[in-house]
């Protein structure tokens, strides 16, 4: 069982690099989602995708742009890294939005130089 | 608005002590309520969950109660192991369709034996 897959699993940029970070789950969810885990932070909300066709701002969205490119597929792209996002993001889905608990993949460790 | 508040860590106990990691929340409407656990370079995994007052949910010997009256999910467990080394979130699920889980920021537990 794959759940959901990110990729990739680690990545180095360097200031002003762009990267999209791609996200797919196989268990024909719904909603998904983006956040991004930071040392004494916990997790926050970047952005999320409630259906297919629809994305929503979460409580960290800027310097990030998203794509729910089909209902599989929820991608992050960040057009110019800052080392403020040098962090862990984790994708997560859910088959109806929030009433259900979310399926997260094995995240993406970001650092940027 | 919805928030999870959830004890500072780091939690340091010997093997066979008793864990308590307190969480309470604030919520409108009838949110559900999850424990997930992260080890060490994972993801994170639902642990248990509860989705009305008074409901306990429980998985590996942990357990939390939904205590609607005073706004609170504790996660104990009776005799903790060295395995259970990990990072707790407790995280609230609103309970309004299209919203995302809300997570607080992470409890540390350090088990020796």
């Known amino acids: 069982n794959a759940g959901v897959t990110q990729t990739p699993k680690f990545q180095v940029l360097k200031t002003g690099q762009s990267m999209t970070l791609q996200c797919a789950q196989d268990m024909n969810h719904n909603s998904m989602y983006w956040y991004r885990q930071d040392p004494g932070m916990g997790l926050r909300l970047i952005y999320y995708s409630a259906s297919e066709g629809t994305t929503d701002k979460g409580e960290v969205p800027n310097g990030y742009n998203v794509s729910r490119l089909n209902k599989r597929e929820f991608s992050l792209r960040l057009e110019s890294a800052a080392p403020s996002q040098t962090s862990v993001y984790f994708c997560?889905?859910?088959?109806?939005?929030?009433?259900?608990?979310?399926?997260f993949g094995q995240g993406t460790r970001l650092t940027v130089v | 608005g919805n928030s999870v508040t959830q004890m500072e860590g780091p939690v340091t106990l010997s093997e066979e002590a008793f864990l308590t990691i307190n969480c309470t929340y604030t919520a409108t409407g009838y949110p559900s309520l999850f424990w997930y656990v992260q080890y060490p370079g994972e993801g994170l995994q639902l642990l248990l969950k509860a989705t009305k007052a008074d409901d306990k949910g429980s998985n590996k010997g942990f357990e939390a109660t939904y205590r609607k009256e005073t706004t609170s999910f504790h996660l104990e467990k009776g005799s903790v192991q060295v395995s259970d080394s990990a990072v707790y979130f407790c995280a609230l699920a609103p309970g309004q369709a299209g919203t995302a889980l809300i997570f607080g920021k992470g409890t540390t537990l350090s088990v020796s034996s």
């Open positions: 997560a889905s859910n088959p109806t939005g929030s009433i259900t608990e979310a399926f």
